[in-house]
């Protein structure tokens, strides 16, 4: 079962349940897949506890980005 108003994919969000801004990858059962802006694991998201991201969260999405950028 996908959940009901699922964003569009790639969509930056925020979820409320980790406190952390991730990008829309898919659906999967009840769940939204978020991968961390910049990459790394995907994670399952209650629908019920993203929303999406303001202007602060895409710039901490950004800034994420480019420090993932750097490493080496």
Known sequence: MKPKN???????VVDDGRDVV???IGAE????????PG???AWDADPD???????????????SELNRQRRP
């Open 6 to 12: 699922l964003p569009e994919l790639g969509v930056l």
């Open 49 to 63: 506890h993203v929303h999406p991201a303001g202007d602060l969260d895409h710039l901490r999405a950004r800034v």
């Open 29 to 36: 059962g009840p769940y939204l897949q978020l991968r961390p």
């Open 22 to 24: 991730g990008y829309v």
């Open 39 to 41: 990459g790394g694991l």
